[in-house]
């Protein structure tokens, strides 16, 4: 099984997928980058992490996709529930 930082570098390995990952919010990537590696470090699964959440499945998978695509920006318990789901504490802090 790939894992995502596999899949992640192989498909950087392409000056246009590696442009357009550079055009887009960094910010955004950065944070899917670390609820990503949360869940895979829980080992957990979406299903697991959205019953978690109190939520179904295709919600934490549209939560997923929504930030790889830049098209949405989570509410902060949205994102404080993901990371008590994964045995995270959320921490915001303005560098």
Same mark, same amino acid.
């Given at each position: 099984?790939? /894992?995502?930082?596999?899949?992640? /570098?192989?498909?950087?390995?392409?000056?246009? $997928?590696? *442009?357009?990952?550079?055009?887009?919010?960094?910010?955004?990537?950065?944070?899917?980058?670390?609820?990503?590696?949360?869940?895979?470090?829980? #080992?957990?699964?979406?299903?697991? $992490?959205?019953?978690?959440? #109190? /939520?179904? *499945?295709?919600?934490? /998978?549209?939560?997923?996709?929504?930030?790889?695509? #830049?098209?949405?920006?989570?509410?902060?318990?949205?994102?404080?529930?993901? *990371? *008590?789901?994964? #045995?995270?504490?959320? $921490?915001?802090?303005?560098?």
């Amino acid at each position: 099984m790939t /894992t995502y930082k596999e899949l992640r /570098t192989h498909a950087l390995a392409d000056p246009e $997928v590696r *442009a357009e990952y550079e055009r887009l919010n960094r910010e955004e990537f950065a944070l899917l980058d670390q609820m990503l590696a949360a869940r895979h470090a829980a #080992g957990l699964s979406q299903a697991q $992490v959205a019953e978690r959440m #109190g /939520t179904k *499945a295709p919600a934490v /998978t549209r939560l997923e996709r929504a930030l790889a695509s #830049g098209q949405h920006s989570p509410s902060i318990d949205t994102l404080r529930k993901y *990371a *008590a789901a994964c #045995g995270k504490k959320l $921490v915001i802090s303005i560098a």
